[in-house]
């Protein structure tokens, strides 16, 4: 059985498990060991069965948990030659820490096949990952990403479920306190995806085959989480796609972990 959690999802932090069962991984330790183990703790997940780490930028809300996580759990690190890097100069790694290229390919985790995508996002290499388990279902990761691109595209039609960016509502950002060098940065095609551009995709994941969808990396101060769902469920309505029978769709929470939802 695939299993699917966030623990948390935000631009104060961003990690999940995904899981089968013979164990699992986790993508990006954005958040401090102690929340992490106890995030899993709660949702009945034993650290034990953690077997690796993915990585999918360096920025810190995807890392700065990572270099105690490791010395408490003795696992390989997945990620890109440039996050590698950037992360052994920097020392966000212990100094046995086993880091690993991502194999162009993918790399098998127990029964988990994971590969990487590109995203478009402004980081030294930023991706997604799809995980598919030992029952065939596929999971997909794509969030820091300023546009939906034939890659990504390419990576997550097809699969059961997508955790997908909904980060700003574009109305809030503009209205907002934040710089205008920063706004443009967030609505750029190597930024964030907004509400609106997120929601435009969900009608061809839906048709792809997606019938759970996660929508994550939500914005403090660009975004509300009712806001974000409303913006999805109306363009999916707009398509005829009925909520509970064709799709099922939830908000990762920013703090907690999500539904520990299974395939």
Same mark, same amino acid.
């Given at each position: 059985?695939?299993?699917?959690?966030?623990?948390?999802?935000?631009? *104060?932090?961003? *990690?999940?498990?995904?899981?089968?069962? @013979?164990?699992?991984?986790?993508? /990006?330790?954005? #958040?401090?060991?102690?929340?992490?183990?106890?995030?899993?703790?709660?949702?009945?997940?034993?650290?034990?069965?953690?077997?690796?780490?993915? =990585?999918?930028?360096?920025?810190?809300?995807?890392?700065?948990?990572?270099?105690?996580?490791?010395?408490?759990?003795?696992?390989?690190? &997945?990620?890109?030659?440039?996050?590698?890097?950037?992360?052994?100069?920097?020392?966000?790694?212990?100094?046995?820490?086993?880091? @690993?290229? #991502?194999?162009?390919?993918?790399?098998? =985790?127990?029964?988990?096949?994971?590969?990487?995508?590109?995203?478009?996002?402004?980081?030294?290499?930023?991706?997604?990952?799809?995980?598919?388990?030992?029952?065939?279902?596929?999971?997909?990761?794509?969030?820091?990403?300023? @546009?939906?691109?034939?890659?990504?595209?390419? %990576?997550?039609?097809?699969?059961?479920?997508?955790? #997908?960016?909904?980060?700003?509502?574009?109305?809030?950002?503009?209205?907002? %306190?934040?710089? &205008?060098?920063?706004?443009?940065?967030?609505?750029? +095609?190597?930024?964030?995806?907004?509400?609106?551009?997120?929601?435009?995709?969900?009608?061809?994941?839906?048709?792809?085959?997606?019938?759970?969808?996660?929508?994550?990396?939500?914005?403090? +101060?660009?975004?509300?989480?009712?806001?974000?769902?409303?913006?999805?469920?109306?363009?999916? %309505?707009?398509?005829?796609?009925?909520?509970?029978? /064709? &799709?099922?769709?939830?908000?990762?929470?920013? &703090?907690?972990?999500?539904?520990?939802?299974?395939?």
């Amino acid at each position: 059985m695939a299993c699917f959690c966030t623990l948390a999802s935000g631009s *104060s932090g961003n *990690s999940t498990y995904i899981g089968s069962g @013979v164990g699992g991984v986790l993508v /990006d330790a954005g #958040i401090s060991c102690r929340a992490l183990f106890a995030a899993l703790q709660s949702r009945g997940i034993e650290r034990e069965s953690i077997g690796a780490v993915f =990585i999918t930028h360096e920025h810190t809300d995807h890392i700065k948990g990572l270099k105690v996580l490791l010395k408490r759990l003795s696992v390989p690190v &997945y990620a890109t030659e440039e996050v590698l890097d950037f992360l052994a100069v920097r020392d966000y790694l212990p100094p046995d820490a086993k880091a @690993v290229p #991502i194999p162009v390919g993918g790399i098998g =985790i127990g029964d988990l096949y994971i590969g990487a995508f590109e995203t478009s996002h402004d980081s030294v290499h930023s991706v997604g990952y799809v995980a598919v388990s030992g029952n065939g279902k596929k999971m997909a990761i794509s969030t820091d990403l300023g @546009v939906v691109t034939p890659t990504v595209r390419q %990576a997550v039609n097809g699969c059961d479920l997508v955790l #997908i960016e909904s980060n700003y509502d574009k109305n809030m950002l503009m209205a907002g %306190a934040y710089p &205008y060098p920063l706004k443009r940065r967030i609505d750029g +095609e190597k930024g964030h995806l907004s509400n609106a551009d997120s929601a435009a995709f969900l009608p061809e994941l839906v048709e792809s085959g997606a019938r759970r969808l996660v929508l994550g990396h939500l914005s403090q +101060e660009n975004n509300l989480p009712g806001l974000a769902l409303e913006t999805a469920m109306s363009v999916l %309505a707009e398509m005829g796609m009925k909520r509970a029978v /064709d &799709y099922e769709i939830e908000v990762a929470p920013r &703090y907690e972990p999500g539904s520990l939802i299974c395939l």
